[in-house]
């Protein structure tokens, strides 16, 4: 079974920056991703990327002040988050996409999932 470990998060004020890493096993993967749920919300997608080809995807709510990044030899998942608010408060989950099934937008469509860690912005 494929390994899913995420850490980085932490609480800021507004307008601070968090970067969260995440560390999967196997190299195989068609993409990652990360999902973001907070108290009574729906878990939501935040931003994904192909694991050949590079192409991102990242969700309106978060464009201009998110990044995500990863490097292929490490199988390293990265999210850069800068200009945080407090809209961004929540748990954030590293997802595999390991099976392509249409979406890397789709929580549906992702087979492995870390424990996640919080993210708490402060106004």
């Known amino acids: 079974q494929v390994q899913v470990i995420e850490s980085g998060g932490g609480l800021v004020q507004a307008g601070g920056s968090l970067r969260l890493s995440c560390a999967a096993s196997g190299r195989t993967f068609h993409g990652m991703g990360w999902f973001r749920q907070a108290p009574g919300k729906e878990r939501e997608f935040v931003a994904s990327i192909r694991w050949i080809g590079n192409i991102t995807y990242l969700h309106d709510s978060v464009k201009g002040r998110f990044a995500i990044s990863k490097d292929n030899a490490k199988n390293m998942l990265y999210l850069q988050m800068n200009s945080l608010k407090p809209e961004d408060t929540a748990v954030y989950y590293c997802?595999?996409?390991?099976?392509?099934?249409?979406?890397?937008?789709?929580?549906?469509?992702?087979?492995?999932w870390g424990q996640g860690t919080q993210v708490t912005v402060s106004s």
């Open positions: 997802a595999v996409n390991a099976f392509y099934k249409g979406s890397y937008e789709n929580a549906k469509f992702y087979d492995y």
